[in-house]
């Protein structure tokens, strides 16, 4: 049975809701699409001690680990304004041993969500990184980084990672109903794969669109509805990181972030602005539009370009006729039944 609950709320509800301190948290976007508005969220209700997960630790965590959220960070990859002479909100914290950070390769931090969103313990990986500082470096993981087993088939060493399952993923896509049937197209990156590995899930989306749609392109649902926990429509709800099909990248607005992280004062005017000086998006949108101007988010919009339609009609959509009988054999559920009964097969 479909799932018909609405889980619409706002991003203030949801996270309010749905992540609390000390949780294992995972941003499901990698790069692209980032949910910025979900995140800035994060930040405005002071959750602390987080455990972050990142594929690619840009803005994103900055901005988190700025807020004093995250206490141990898991990523593939950490932004550096300005180098290590200039630093970032992650180099500072990393000096200040605020913060403890487990490196992985892309293929490896991937490996892991596979593994948790399958429901398994852990999975195998390429053993080249045994000889590598990823392997051997390790922090608050400690010995359960890595693992290295006997293959049962083989007798060969492997090199494992541990199953991730994080305790709620934020994440933003392109369209979901209010269910939760959450549609994403693009470089998909970890975006499956993180939300289904985690216990709860908050999908922002730039728009909720009415389920016949969600069913009319069945390709795009990355994320099914019954797993979902909230759904917030925040138009621009990435910004300035881009989502194809609505917005670029805001190339001049990620400089100016980028120049404000390279000292700790810097990060904190900026978040100062816009974070904790906009109560959510639309404030954020009109702070944006009054200080660089309309034309600036017009910009960056989009000039449509869309695929092929793909045709998933059938002749029928189930072997049941209008008048109930069965399209093979021209009987009755309760005709067919019987047929069972009198030849001894019908059991239970």
């Known amino acids: 049975m479909p799932e018909t609950i609405n889980k619409v709320m706002t991003a203030k509800e949801a996270v309010s809701r749905f992540v609390r301190d000390g949780d294992h948290l ?13 995140v800035f969220e994060v930040i405005r209700q002071e959750r602390k001690g987080l455990t972050l997960y990142s594929q690619s630790g840009v803005f994103d965590v900055e901005v988190l ?7 141990r960070l898991v990523s593939t990859y950490v932004y550096r304004a300005g180098g290590k002479e200039g630093g970032s909100a992650v180099e500072r914290a990393l000096k200040a ?13 991937n490996a892991r969500f596979v593994a948790g969103m399958h429901g398994f313990s852990f999975m195998q990986v390429l053993e080249g990184a045994m000889v590598t500082d990823l392997f051997k470096k390790r922090t608050f993981m400690g010995e359960n980084k890595y693992k290295v087993i006997s293959c049962p088939y083989t007798g060969k060493q492997i ?6 399952k994080p305790d709620v993923c934020i994440v933003h896509v392109q369209r979901a109903d209010r269910f939760g049937n959450a549609q994403y197209w693009g470089a998909l990156g970890s975006v499956a794969s993180a939300a289904l590995a985690s216990k709860r899930i908050i999908v922002s989306c730039e728009e909720i669109v009415e389920h016949d749609i969600i069913q009319s392109s069945p390709h795009l649902t990355v994320i099914p509805g019954y797993r979902v926990d909230a759904v917030v429509e925040i138009p621009f709800g990435a ?3 881009e989502v194809l099909g609505y917005y670029n990248l805001d190339r001049v607005m990620y400089a100016i972030f980028f120049m404000s992280d390279m000292t700790g004062e810097g990060l904190k005017a900026w978040m100062d602005e816009w974070i904790y000086g906009c109560v959510d998006r639309p404030a954020y949108l009109d702070h944006y539009m009054a200080k660089q101007g309309a034309e ?5 919009r989009v000039k449509s370009y869309y695929s092929a339609p793909a045709n998933y009609g059938a002749a029928y959509t189930s072997c049941w006729d209008n008048e109930g009988k069965e399209r093979t054999m021209g009987v009755t559920l309760d005709e067919m039944e019987k047929i069972m009964e009198e030849k ?5």
Do not use: K, R, W
């Not at 680990?65 to 206490?71: R, S």
């Not at 090199?159 to 991730?164: G, I, K, S």
């Not at 600036?296 to 960056?300: E, T, Y």
């Open 344 to 348: 001894g097969l019908l059991y239970g």
């Open 239 to 241: 910004h300035p990181t």
């Open 65 to 71: 680990v700025g807020g004093g959220c995250v206490d």
């Open 97 to 109: 041993g605020t913060l403890e950070m487990e490196d992985y390769t892309n293929f490896q931090y």
């Open 26 to 38: 995972v941003i499901g976007n990698y790069t692209a699409g980032t949910c910025a508005a979900l």
């Open 159 to 164: 090199l494992t990672v541990p199953a991730a």
């Open 296 to 300: 600036s988010l017009d910009a960056i």
